[in-house]
């Protein structure tokens, strides 16, 4: 079984703040995690995943996430916000055992960038 | 570029009027996937096609149905949509198996208004 903890619905920044969207997770078996990112009515699109390896993960547009076993975390962070950062993020978690594993998804977070 | 398409983009019907949204896609993936999604809510994966193998979520409820004529080409009915059916649906696609298992490719997703 596996689920993900997306802290914060909603999280405002300043244009070239620092980004912070929190995602915990758990889950029986070892872990792929991922972010997604939706622009309204559109589909969700890949920011970066941890499968495994190095556990600092870069991703397109600037953003990072480090996996973090002893926390069972994984957030998103980017140095900087530009306003076409403004989106809604999705954290999401699937098993690292092969074959077919669901993907869960967080309940996402919608970001505001304020200029 | 390899890609998922979903048409129509934005599909209006009546009450109780049969609905068919397509999906198609050119990443020769094994696996294909119908999410439906209402404001402000995760994905909820409806079922999932496994090659040729249906695989419906238990809380699915019997008024969608899919069809998967080939590898490339994927269908959802919903038979008698209801005011409750009004949302985003999101066709994905991922690997079978290896490094790319589960990292799902979504279509920009077809929006049903339902009145």
């Known amino acids: 079984a596996q689920s993900v903890t997306q802290l914060g619905s909603h999280v405002s920044v300043s244009e070239g703040a620092l980004v912070l969207l929190r995602c915990n997770y758990s889950s029986s078996v070892p872990p792929y995690l991922f972010w997604y990112v939706q622009y309204p009515n559109q589909g969700l699109q890949l920011l970066l995943k941890?499968?495994?390896?190095?556990?600092l993960v870069k991703g397109i547009n600037g953003f990072e996430a480090e996996f973090k076993k002893s926390e069972t975390s994984f957030h998103l962070t980017k140095p900087s916000a530009h306003m076409s950062d403004a989106a809604e993020y999705f954290c999401?978690?699937?098993?690292?055992?092969?074959?077919?594993?669901?993907?869960?998804f967080g309940t996402g977070t919608k970001l505001q960038v304020i200029p | 570029d390899a890609m998922v398409i979903q048409n129509p983009r934005y599909q209006v019907t009546q009450f109780g009027k049969p609905v068919t949204l397509s999906c198609s896609q050119t990443?020769?993936?094994?696996?294909m996937y119908w999410y439906q999604q209402k404001s402000s809510q995760a994905p909820k994966l409806l079922f999932h096609?496994?090659?040729?193998?249906?695989?419906n979520e238990a809380d699915t409820p019997d008024n969608f149905q899919s069809r998967r004529p080939n590898t490339s080409f994927c269908f959802l009915d919903i038979r008698s949509p209801g005011l409750g059916d009004a949302a985003m649906y999101l066709c994905?696609?991922?690997?079978?198996?290896?490094?790319?298992?589960?990292?799902?490719?979504f279509g920009a997703g077809s929006r049903l208004t339902v009145l």
């Open positions: 941890y499968t495994t390896g190095a556990t």
């Open positions: 990443l020769n993936h094994n696996v």
């Open positions: 994905a696609t991922s690997r079978r198996g290896g490094a790319g298992a589960n990292v799902l490719t």
């Open positions: 999401a978690v699937t098993g690292n055992s092969g074959g077919y594993q669901k993907v869960t």
């Open positions: 096609y496994y090659d040729k193998d249906f695989n």
